[in-house]
């Protein structure tokens, strides 16, 4: 027999605790401390992705979990489930991935209906051009210095958008790479700095690439799946046309 919908959900994905808010809040009982969408949440914080208060979210006795295979580790998602929990992992690291685990956690996971944001955020990313033809560095973190490499959702949506990732093919995920090589005059055309999970700012990261444009962006925009998607396109692009004008 199918699973009923549940009445309750605890979310450990900033991303997923926006999506559901903006379609069912009354729905949400737990979120984690980095949930800051949208602002004013209500629900129990139980902690942070990596570091869920297991006997909180327990207490909580929430009908659904939802998590995400990179975000969440698997022995806190195996101890939610020891605690007799239903979770349910997600794993997107496409574009189209992002959609379609969107429309299984909240139709099949929730048992809600399709939100219309989650059609408009489609139709505006069905809409959007590859109107750049650029090479990008993308780090998210420094000291050490990390960037973007394969198989991430934000390399996704900047390839969409015409943004060729340089390290897109390497080896690793986030892998560590010496400023001197990630700097060097002509390795790529553009840097592109998200707000998260290194704040980059106007005064801390462009300085450290002075022969590359500098596109600070926000990071809900670039990593986030959710509502955010529908202006993300405009919202990247507008910095990235402002960079490299």
Wanted: hydrophobic fraction near 45%; proline fraction near 10%; glycine fraction near 6%.
């Amino acid at each position: 027999m199918r699973d009923m919908p549940p009445r309750t959900v605890v979310s450990l994905v900033p991303s997923l605790t926006e999506a559901v808010a903006a379609t069912a809040p009354e729905l949400l009982v737990g979120v984690t401390d980095w949930c800051t969408h949208p602002p004013g949440l209500g629900a129990a914080r139980v902690r942070g992705t990596k570091n869920p208060d297991i006997a909180a979210i327990a207490a909580l006795a929430p009908g659904l979990v939802l998590a995400n295979e990179e975000e969440n580790r698997p022995q806190d998602l195996a101890a939610l489930r020891a605690a007799g929990l239903r979770v349910l992992v997600t794993e997107i690291r496409t574009l189209a991935q992002g959609f379609a685990e969107l429309h299984r956690v909240l139709t099949e996971g929730c048992g809600l209906p399709r939100p219309d944001w989650l059609d408009a955020a489609e139709a505006a990313w069905r809409q959007a051009r590859a109107e750049f033809d650029v090479r990008a560095v993308v780090p998210v973190w420094r000291r050490p210095w990390m960037v973007l490499g394969r198989d991430t959702f934000a390399g996704s949506l900047l390839a969409h958008l015409g943004v060729r990732n340089v390290y897109a093919a390497d080896a690793e995920r986030y892998p560590k790479v010496p400023l001197p090589r990630l700097a060097a005059p002509g390795h790529a055309d553009v840097v592109v700095l998200p707000d998260e999970p290194y704040r980059f700012t106007a005064e801390d990261g462009p300085e450290a690439f002075p022969a590359t444009p500098a596109a600070l962006v926000s990071g809900r925009h670039l990593t986030w799946y959710g509502p955010s998607l529908s202006e993300a396109p405009a919202v990247i692009g507008a910095a990235l046309r402002a960079a490299i004008r």
